[in-house]
């Protein structure tokens, strides 16, 4: 074999052979490193998603552990320890998600100051939900900044909707009415689109975010305990519509007590007091079950 063209060709061919098969050799060791993380956090995803959140939990739990192996698995420590803390918020076990919660916001603070709008969300409404405005502050304002950089990204207002709404929230705890007002229906407009009411995003962390509904009947509630009361009969009829979307829950039932629970609330501020105690009742027996299945 003589021909120096025909020497390099195959000389070519052996070099690309060789870089190819280093390539998947490569990815193939890469792969196995992140499967103890991507393994049990993938099911982990498909158990809460199916309401098998104890067994979430347990995954998740393996997922930060799995991370932490890692070379450069602090991104993915973060996602399993928030998504942990979320589960348990959604358990109603607030010691637990609060712990969680933190765990994962100190990976988010100590690598990376651009992401992190789920878990300062979720410790921001975990505050509110326990009546404690002051703590929530700071990281409802955060995350609302940083859904704000990235909804434009995703092409989808509903994360930052919520955290809208979770501003609403935060000004009627601290006695700012009008401030409120005006959270609640920005983040109701981002959501009544040409397109029609939305139905409850579903994802993971639905069970803590304010949905369209949850902002109507935020908003009518505020106008009702403010006197306007033909404002309040408004929004809290287009609540109780709105609610009527939430619809394939069954497996879900942390979501499905969260439906359950505000519509309980609507009918009782629409003075249907029957109706609410039934779904309030309802709503009791679906939490204890996310909580102890």
Known sequence: MKN???????ALLLLCCGTAARADSD???????????????????YAQLHGRLDEAC???????????????????????????????????????????????LADYKNMHRDLGAV????????????????KAEPLIREARDLEYKESGKRGDLTRLAAAVS?????????????????YYLTAAKM????????PVHAGLGAEQMDSYPIILYRLG???????????GARYLAKALAAFDLWVNLEARPALKARRLEYRGYTLRALGRNAEAAAELKEAGRQYRLAAFE
Do not use: C
Not at 65 to 82: N, R, S, T
Not at 192 to 197: A, H, I, L
């Open 119 to 134: 878990g300062l969300s979720g410790l921001g409404r975990l505050y509110l939900d326990r009546g404690l405005p002051k």
């Open 4 to 10: 120096p063209v025909t020497r390099t060709f195959l």
């Open 221 to 231: 509630d505020l106008y009702q305990r403010g006197g306007n009361a033909a404002a």
């Open 166 to 182: 979770d501003l609403g929230r935060l000004s009627e705890m601290l006695g700012e009415r009008k401030k409120a007002e005006i």
């Open 27 to 45: 990815y193939l060791d890469e792969k196995a490193r992140m499967e103890p993380f991507y393994g049990p956090y993938n099911r982990a995803v």
């Open 58 to 104: 347990v995954l998740f739990a393996q997922a930060a552990a799995g991370a932490k192996k890692m070379q450069h698995g602090w991104w993915q420590e973060y996602k399993a320890l928030v998504a942990l803390g979320a589960a348990y918020h959604a358990r109603r076990d607030f010691k637990l998600a609060e712990k969680y919660y933190l765990e994962g």
């Open 191 to 198: 959501l009544s689109g040409p397109q029609g009411e939305p």
